[in-house]
């Protein structure tokens, strides 16, 4: 052992594969749980815009009028319907696995 310089190509071989298999397993799960909280983000900023919208047409008698928001590059659309004895606010955007979402609250 007196001529030992460093690691043979076996355990460089075993390093390197050993490596490679958690960088394959780890990177595409750090991707899913960057998209899922960029989604979780967005829904709580759907929530957070019909819940400002739905008080101001109940405590400001603003008119119930159909919009379009865009924030932090997020096209949300508004919709209100009218129903019997109530409106339906709904909220509608497209996350980032290009799904339609939407949350909906109802007003009286």
Known sequence: MKNCKGFSFAETIAAFSMWSLIVTILIPQLVLLTQERQ??????????????????????????INEELVKEDVHYTLTWEEEKSYSKACLSWENSYKKTKSVCYLVS
Do not use: G, I, R
């Open 39 to 64: 989604n979780a983000q967005q829904s709580l900023q759907a929530y957070k815009h019909l819940y400002e919208k739905t008080q101001q047409v109940l405590y400001d008698q603003a008119p119930k």
